[in-house]
C-alpha cells in the first residue's frame, strides 16, 4: 500500500472511530453511532479528487448475489429502514424471502456459501429495497469493469476472480469500518460479522437478539459467523 493509500485509510479510520465513539459515550446508542459513521464516510470520500468512473449503475445487482458481512447494529438499522418504508405486504413478502435464504445459507457448508449465487432477499425487482438502509459492506462494493463482474457472476466457483475498484475509494470504505468496528468493541458492543440473511432471519423472529445486543451479550446465536 502506498503511503498515500495508507493515510488515507488511517483518516478514515480515525474520524469514523471519533465520529461514532462521541455518540456512544454520550449515551445516544448504537443507531445514532451509524448513523453517524454514514456521514464520516460520505464527508471522507467528498475529500476524495475525481477518480475512474465506477461501472456500478442503477439496475445491476451482480454483486448483491455475493455473501456480505455485517455487524449487528447494521441489521437492526436496516431491518428498520426496511419495516418504516415497506407496506404490510411488501414487509412479509420480505420476510417470506429473508425466511428461505437463511435456510438456504444455513444448509451449505463454508467453502460452497462462498461459491454459490445467492440473491440477497432484499433485493426486488433487482434493486434493493433499503438502499439507504444498507450496510458497510455494500456501500463498499464498487467495481471499474462490469465485464469482470459478469465473468465472476458466471464462475462462481472461483475464487481467483476478482475485479478492479477504485484504491482511494477502498481505502476510505475499509477504514471506515476498521474505524467503527473499534469504537463498537471500545463501547463493550458486539462487533462481530454476521452473513447478512442469517442474521436479519433471527432479528426477525427473535425481539431478544436486539435485546442481548443492547445489553452488551453476542446478538445473534443462529446467524452464520464469519
Ligand atoms: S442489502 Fe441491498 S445492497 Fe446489500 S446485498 Fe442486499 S440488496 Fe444488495
Known sequence: MTELMHSLRAQAQSSADESSSRELLAGRGPERARRQVLRSLQQALDRLPPGPKPACAAGCALCCHLRVAVTPVEVFGLLDHLRANATPEGFAALAARVEQTAARVHALQPAQRLATNIPCPVLVDGRCSGYSGRPLNCRAYHSLDLAACETSFARPEDASLGHPQDAAVARVHEGTQAGFLQALRGAGLDAAQYEL???????????????????????FLKAVRL
Open 197 to 219: 440473511a442469517t442474521a436479519l432471519a433471527e432479528a426477525l423472529v427473535d425481539p431478544a437478539a436486539r435485546r442481548r445486543f443492547e445489553a452488551g451479550g453476542q446478538a
